[in-house]
T-cell receptor
Framework: DAGITQSPRYKITETGRQVTLMCHQT?????MFWYRQDLGHGLRLIYY???????DKGEVPDGYVVSRSKTENFPLTLESATRSQTSVYFC???????????FGPGTRLLVL | AQSVSQHNHHVILSEAASLELGCNYS??????LFWYVQYPGQHLQLLLK??????LVKGIKGFEAEFIKSKFSFNLRKPSVQWSDTAEYFC??????????????FGTGTRLTIIP
């Protein structure tokens, strides 16, 4: 049971480059989420998706793009990375919006 | 929209001490409440959750939390901590029914350090 996986686990990039973080879940959960974790802010929701081809903004969506062509995948793209996007990114999924969310291992991103 | 406050940013305890981490939320309706734990270098794991029923909920690893509706609180407790409890603890709240964009909201976390 793979659960929820993220790749890459670590990424270093430069300002202005496009970066895509991958998230894959094997539970066929309808809902998937992207959070960023920063010191002093806890976890903040970037985007979420209720089903394939249905996405919506969270608390901090600026500078990010998501897609959900398949239920099991929910990639997060930084179109033009900025230093302020240096963070740890967590993907999560749940069967329904009101259910417990299960988190992936995280991707640590450094933007130079 | 709902919000969550965790007033203890960093708590340091000796092994075998009792633990209580505070969590207060603000929301006018019915909520679901969660405590997640993040061990060093690992992802978030669910410790316990409250949806309805007995306001005293028991989770994994000897943790429990009590929902006090009148105080809008969901404090996490453990009678005797271990060194392996060193981690960051996040309280989260979610409206029971979603009428808009209300989703899971996390507190800023409490770092717990246990001294052997």
């Amino acid at each position: 049971d793979a659960g929820i996986t993220q790749s890459p686990r670590y990424k270093i990039t430069e300002t202005g480059r496009q970066v895509t973080l991958m998230c894959h879940q094997t539970w066929s959960h309808s809902y998937m989420f992207w959070y960023r974790q920063d010191l002093g802010h806890g976890l903040r929701l970037i985007y979420y998706s209720a089903a394939a081809d249905i996405t919506d903004k969270g608390e901090v969506p600026d500078g990010y793009v998501v897609s959900r062509s398949k239920t099991e995948n929910f990639p997060l793209t930084l179109e033009s990375a900025t230093r302020s996007q240096t963070s740890v990114y967590f993907c999560a999924s749940s069967g329904r919006l009101e259910e417990t969310q299960y988190f992936g291992p995280g991707t640590r991103l450094l933007v130079l | 929209a709902q919000s969550v406050s965790q007033h203890n940013h960093h708590v340091i305890l000796s092994e075998a001490a009792s633990l209580e981490l505070g969590c207060n939320y603000s929301y006018g309706g019915t909520v679901n409440l969660f405590w997640y734990v993040q061990y060093p270098g690992q992802h978030l794991q669910l410790l316990l959750k409250y949806f309805s029923g007995d306001p005293l909920v028991k989770g994994i690893k000897g943790f429990e939390a009590e929902f006090i509706k009148s105080k809008f609180s969901f404090n996490l407790r453990k009678p005797s901590v271990q060194w392996s409890d060193t981690a960051e603890y996040f309280c989260a709240v979610k409206p029971e029914r979603n009428f808009g964009n209300e989703k899971l909201t996390f507190g800023t976390g409490t770092r717990l350090t246990i001294i052997p």
